[in-house]
C-alpha cells in the first residue's frame, strides 16, 4: 500500500522519537537530551494514551488534521454524528485518509470529466439526522398508506360481492357464559363482511347474556327461548337445536339475505372460515376439529393396535379424487363410550353429535317461505317444526344430502373448533362479572379456589376475595387504583384486612352462624 | 429564429411526453398500460425492423469460457451469454452480411470469476481487443464503418471501462476500440465517462425460474411498509464506510436501524421474495455501481422500487417512464426518506402499484429461456431498431482510419 506523504513523515518522526530514546537509554546518566527528540516523544507518549482511551481512529483524525495539505477534499455536506464521539469523528472525516496518491488526479481527472455531474467520487460522509428514530406522526400516515393499500388489494383480490353473514348462537346464562361468548363475539368482530348476530338465550332473555353482545358493536337480534336449559347434555343438544331451528324462523321471517353459520358460543372459528363460506351457493359443510376435554387417561379405553392411529378428532366431509362429496367424517366415540358426560358438570368427556350443526352452512334463501330459485331438494322449515322429534343437523331440511358443497378444500382445512366445557352445575358466579357488595351468603363451593366466605369488612371498602396469600398483592392493586387522598387510610385498613384474612373462614363462618 | 427554435423545442416536449391511460383490466388486477407517444413502446415488435449477424468465433472466446466456469449462467451478467443464445436462433438473425443493419461479437468479457463468483475484469480488455482483431481481420464490415453498426454487450459494472473500482474505472475510460460502437450494458449514470451516448441500459440479469418459484398468492397483504436486504457497509473493501455506495447504504442504515417501518437488515433470509411481495417500497440503493437487481426483483414483484443513486439511468429508460413508477431519493435526502415515502399521496401510490402489475413492464425486465415477446431480449432489439436508419456518416472511406488502435494501458496491448 502506498503511503501518503503525511504517514510517511509520522513514521520518520515515529523513528526520530526512538533514535532519541536510544540516545537517552545508551546516556543514561542524564545527558544532554535534544528539545525536539524530547518532544516528540512526550508528544508520541499522549497520542498513545489518546489512543488507548479513544481508539486508533481519533490520533490518527489529529495528525492528519495536523498535517493536512491542501489536496484534500472535504466534503461540506451537513454531517451529524451519533452521540458517541468516534462515531462523530467517523462521520465528521470525510476525507481519503488512506488517501493513496492516485486518488487524488482521480478525483480530478472526475471532476473535470463530470463538469456537469454532481456526483463526485471518493469518500462521502454518512449523513446522520439529529434524531434517528422513528416520528410518530410519520408512523400513523404509514400505517394509513398501509390500511389503504391493503383495502384495494382486498377490493382487487378478495371475495367479489360479499354476502352478509348470519351468525346463530344458542346460550344461557351460566358461569363459563361470559368466557365462551367473549370469544364468538371477538372472531365475530373481526369478520371483514357485513354480519348479523342472531343470539338465542334459553330461559329467556337476561341483563347477563344482553350486558356481554351489547358491546361487541356488531349488529345484534337477541331473541329468548321459553325453556330453561336442562342439566344433561342429551338434553341440552336437543334444546339447541330447537332453538337453532327457532333463529332460522326469524331468518324465515324477516327474509335475511346472506349465508347462515352457526357459531356455537363455546367454539372457536378462524377467520378463514368466514373467507371460505363466501364461496358457499346453496349448502356448504366444513370440517370441524373436536376437542375433547382432557381426562385422565384411565377413562379412555386403550385397545390395541390401529385406532389409536386413525382416530383424526375431525368432523366433516369426505371427498374422492375428483373432490366429489362422497361421504362424511365423524368422529369416532366409541372410545369414550363408557365413560362420556351425562350431566352438564361432569367431569368427563363430551361427546359431540354424530354432525354437529357448527360444520354446516346454509344460504339463508333456502329457508324462505317463497323465493324463485329455492332448488327441490330442500323441506319447509315448517314441516320440521312440526313433526316434533329432535332435528340432529342440518341434512335434515335436505332430501338428499349429495348436494352439500364441501369447503375448505374439499373438507381438508379445519376451519373451526367444536368445545364443550362448562362449570359445576352450582357454581356461581357473579352478576355480569362485576362485584358489588355486600355480597350475599354463598354457598361454599369446595372447588373454587378462593375463601369459601369473604371476610367481614366495612361497607364502603371493595371487597378483597383471594386466597391468603393473594390479599396482599390485591389490596396492592386496589390501593394503586384508588387516589392517593385515601392512602393512608387504606393501608391502615390493609393491615386490619390481613389480620381478618388469616382466620377469614372460620371467623366469618362462625359470624354467620350467629 | 428563436421563436422557431421554442417552438419546435416545445413541439417536441410535447410529443416526448407520455401519456398514461388506464386502461385494461388485467386478468387479476386493473393495470394501466404504459405508453408513449409513439404508441406502446413495450410491446414493440422488432422482427422484421432490424437484421442482425452474429460473428462466427472462436470458440475460446464465448463456448470455452462457459465450459470452464457454468456459474456464469446464473450470475447477474448472465445476459452476455443468454442474448448469445437468443440471437442465434431469432428471427431477426441474418446469416447475409450485407443485409444486416447491425452485427453482434458474442464474447464472453465477464466470465472470468474469482472463486466467490465476482468476475475479473483485468483480462476483458485484451480479450474484446483481440476479438475485434479477428472480426476486423476476417470480415470487412468493421473496418467499414470502425464499429460503428457493431453492438457489443458488456454487462460489467462499469460497463467497458472494465474496472469495478470507480476511480480505476474512469481513469481507463471506455475501450478505445468501442468508442464507435453501441454498447449494451447495465451501467447507467449521466455524465460518466462510462456510460456513451447511444448505449442502451439493460437490467441485469436476475434467473426467471427462481422467480416464479416464489410467488404468493396476490390476495397476501402487503404489511411491510420499507423493505431491504443486503449490506450497508462493506466491511471487507470499505471498513469505516463513506466509499461504499457513497456512504448512502449507511445512512440508511444509521438513520432507520431503529424504525418499525423500515424492515432492513443483512440477512439472506430464504423468505427474500415472498418478503418482498409482502412489501409496499423496496428501496434499491447504489453499492458499488448504481444499479442493481433489485430494481428487477421489485418490478417483478410489485414493490414500488425506491432508488437511491443520483443520476442513475435506469434500463430501457426510453421506454420506460421510471418516474411513473419509481420513486426517486436523492441520496442527499436519505436521513429524510421516512418523511419522503409517507407523504406520497395514496392516490398516487395505488397508481404506481398498478403500473407495475402490467405484465408488460414485469416481462420486459427479465429474461426468460425460450424468449418471450416483449421480455428484455426484444426490448434491446427495440432499442437497436430505433437507432436506425444508420447515418451516412459512418460509413469510412476505404484506408481512412479513426481509432487509435494502440491507445490504452500498455497491459491491454497483449495479445489474448
Request: glycine share 6%; proline share 7%; hydrophobic share 40%.
Amino acid at each position: 500500500m502506498k503511503l501518503s506523504a503525511l504517514q510517511q513523515s509520522y513514521l520518520n518522526r515515529r523513528s526520530n522519537s526512538f533514535r532519541g530514546s536510544a540516545q537517552l537509554d545508551s546516556a543514561a546518566d542524564g545527558s544532554v537530551k535534544s528539545p525536539a527528540a524530547v518532544f516528540w516523544l512526550v508528544l508520541h507518549g499522549v497520542c498513545c494514551l489518546i489512543s488507548l482511551v479513544l481508539g486508533f481512529r481519533f490520533s490518527r483524525l489529529v495528525f492528519f488534521f495536523i498535517f493536512s495539505t491542501s489536496a484534500t477534499n472535504l466534503y461540506t455536506a451537513p454531517f451529524r454524528g451519533g452521540t458517541p464521539e468516534i462515531a462523530a469523528h467517523l462521520d465528521v472525516r470525510s476525507t481519503p485518509v488512506t488517501g493513496t496518491a492516485e486518488s487524488v488526479p482521480a478525483n480530478t481527472t472526475a471532476l473535470m470529466a463530470s463538469s456537469t455531474s454532481r456526483v463526485v467520487v471518493g469518500r462521502h460522509g454518512i449523513r446522520i439526522r439529529p434524531w434517528p428514530h422513528p416520528d410518530p406522526v410519520e408512523v400513523m400516515k404509514a400505517h394509513q398508506i398501509l390500511e389503504r393499500v391493503q383495502r384495494e388489494q382486498r377490493a382487487l383480490f378478495g371475495v367479489k360481492n360479499p354476502r352478509t353473514v348470519i351468525a346463530v348462537t344458542p346460550t344461557y346464562a351460566r358461569t363459563f357464559q361470559k368466557l365462551h361468548l367473549t370469544g364468538v363475539m371477538h372472531s365475530l368482530m373481526l369478520v371483514p363482511y357485513d354480519l348479523v348476530w342472531i343470539v338465542v338465550e334459553a330461559g329467556g332473555v337476561t341483563n347477563e347474556t344482553a350486558s356481554i353482545i351489547s358491546k361487541s358493536g356488531l349488529r345484534t337480534i337477541h331473541v329468548g327461548f321459553r325453556q330453561t336449559m336442562p342439566n344433561s347434555w342429551e338434553g341440552r343438544h336437543k334444546l339447541e337445536s330447537r332453538m337453532r331451528l327457532h333463529a332460522l324462523g326469524i331468518v324465515r321471517e324477516q327474509k335475511m339475505d346472506g349465508i347462515v353459520v352457526f357459531a356455537d358460543d363455546s367454539n372457536m372459528h378462524s377467520m378463514e372460515l368466514f373467507d371460505e363460506i363466501q364461496n358457499v351457493k346453496w349448502i356448504g359443510a366444513v370440517s370441524v376439529g373436536i376437542l375433547l376435554h382432557s381426562t385422565d387417561s384411565s377413562t379412555i379405553i386403550q385397545r390395541e393396535g390401529e385406532e389409536e392411529a386413525t382416530q383424526i378428532p375431525v368432523q366433516g366431509p369426505a371427498c374422492n379424487a375428483t373432490n366429489k362429496l362422497v361421504g362424511w367424517h365423524t368422529f369416532n366415540s366409541l372410545r369414550y363410550a363408557e365413560r362420556s358426560a351425562v350431566y352438564i358438570d361432569d367431569r368427563a368427556p363430551v361427546l359431540p353429535r354424530k354432525l354437529e350443526w357448527s360444520g354446516f352452512v346454509l344460504n339463508s334463501r333456502l329457508v324462505w317461505k317463497d323465493a324463485d330459485d329455492k332448488p327441490e331438494w330442500i323441506k319447509d322449515l315448517d314441516e320440521l317444526d312440526r313433526a316434533g322429534e329432535e332435528v340432529e343437523s342440518p341434512l335434515s331440511l335436505l332430501k338428499t344430502t349429495s348436494v352439500v358443497e364441501p369447503l375448505g378444500n374439499c373438507g381438508r382445512q379445519v376451519l373451526l373448533w367444536w368445545l364443550r366445557v362448562e362449570a359445576r352445575s352450582d357454581s356461581k358466579f357473579p352478576a355480569q362479572w362485576i362485584i358489588d357488595p355486600p355480597l350475599d351468603i354463598t354457598v361454599p363451593s369446595k372447588r373454587t379456589p378462593w375463601p369459601d366466605a369473604p371476610p367481614e369488612l366495612p361497607s364502603n371498602e371493595k371487597v378483597s376475595v383471594g386466597s391468603q396469600t393473594q390479599d396482599q398483592q390485591i389490596n396492592k392493586h386496589s390501593t394503586k387504583t384508588k387516589t392517593p387522598r385515601t392512602r393512608r387510610s387504606r393501608t391502615k385498613r390493609r393491615h386490619d384486612i390481613k389480620v381478618i384474612g388469616v382466620q377469614a373462614s372460620t371467623l366469618s363462618v362462625s359470624e354467620q352462624r350467629n | 429564429m428563436d421563436f422557431w427554435k421554442l417552438g419546435f423545442f416545445g413541439f417536441l416536449c410535447a410529443a416526448l411526453v407520455l401519456t398514461i391511460g388506464a386502461v385494461e383490466l388485467g386478468r387479476n388486477q386493473p393495470t394501466e398500460r404504459i405508453s408513449g407517444s409513439a404508441g406502446d413502446v413495450l410491446e414493440d415488435n422488432p422482427v422484421g425492423r432490424l437484421k442482425v449477424f452474429v460473428y462466427e468465433l472462436p470458440s475460446k472466446y464465448n463456448k470455452k469460457i462457459l465450459q470452464k466456469d457454468q456459474r456464469c449462467l446464473n450470475h447477474m451478467f448472465a445476459a452476455e451469454i443468454f442474448m448469445h443464445r437468443f440471437l442465434l436462433s431469432s428471427p431477426v438473425r441474418t446469416l447475409n452480411p450485407e443485409e444486416a443493419d447491425w452485427f453482434y461479437t458474442p464474447v464472453y468479457t465477464t466470465c472470468d470469476l474469482t472463486p466467490n463468483g465476482l468476475p475479473l475484469p483485468f483480462k476483458s480488455p485484451r480479450m474484446m481487443r483481440s476479438a475485434i482483431q479477428l472480426i476486423s481481420s476476417n470480415w470487412p464490415y468493421w473496418n467499414r464503418t470502425e464499429g460503428a453498426d457493431h453492438f457489443f454487450l458488456t454487462p460489467h459494472d462499469f460497463g467497458a471501462c472494465f474496472h469495478y473500482q470507480e476511480e480505476k474505472a474512469i481513469e481507463r475510460g471506455i475501450l478505445t476500440l468501442l468508442q464507435r460502437a453501441t454498447l449494451v450494458q447495465t451501467f447507467g449514470q449521466r455524465n460518466h465517462v462510462c456510460l456513451k451516448d447511444g448505449s442502451i441500459t439493460i437490467p441485469p440479469y436476475a434467473p426467471p425460474q427462481k422467480i416464479y418459484a416464489h410467488l404468493i398468492p396476490e390476495n397476501t397483504p402487503r404489511s411491510i411498509f420499507v423493505y431491504f436486504r443486503g449490506l450497508f457497509y462493506d466491511v471487507g473493501n470499505d471498513p469505516e464506510g463513506g466509499y461504499y455506495a457513497r456512504g448512502a447504504r449507511a445512512a440508511v442504515w444509521e438513520n432507520f436501524k431503529n424504525n418499525p417501518l423500515f424492515d432492513i437488515s443483512t440477512d439472506h433470509p430464504t423468505t427474500y421474495y415472498e418478503d418482498m411481495q409482502r412489501a409496499v417500497f423496496c428501496l434499491c440503493p447504489l453499492g458499488w455501481a448504481p444499479w442493481s437487481p433489485r430494481l428487477v426483483e421489485a418490478v417483478v414483484f410489485g414493490c414500488i422500487p425506491v432508488i437511491i443513486a443520483d443520476d442513475i439511468v435506469l434500463p430501457f429508460a426510453d421506454a420506460i417512464p421510471w418516474e411513473e413508477i419509481g420513486v426517486f431519493v436523492d441520496e442527499e435526502d436519505v436521513p429524510k426518506l421516512d418523511t419522503i415515502l409517507t407523504s406520497i399521496p395514496p392516490e398516487v401510490i395505488l397508481r404506481k402499484q398498478r403500473l407495475l402489475a402490467n405484465p408488460t413492464m414485469k416481462q420486459a425486465m427479465l429474461f426468460p429461456q425460450p424468449a418471450q415477446p416483449g421480455d428484455a431480449f426484444h426490448q434491446v432489439l427495440n432499442g437497436l431498431a430505433r437507432k436506425l436508419p444508420h447515418d451516412r456518416s459512418i460509413y469510412l472511406k476505404p484506408g481512412e482510419k479513426v481509432l487509435n488502435w494502440t491507445a490504452g494501458p500498455v497491459g491491454d496491448l497483449k495479445p489474448w
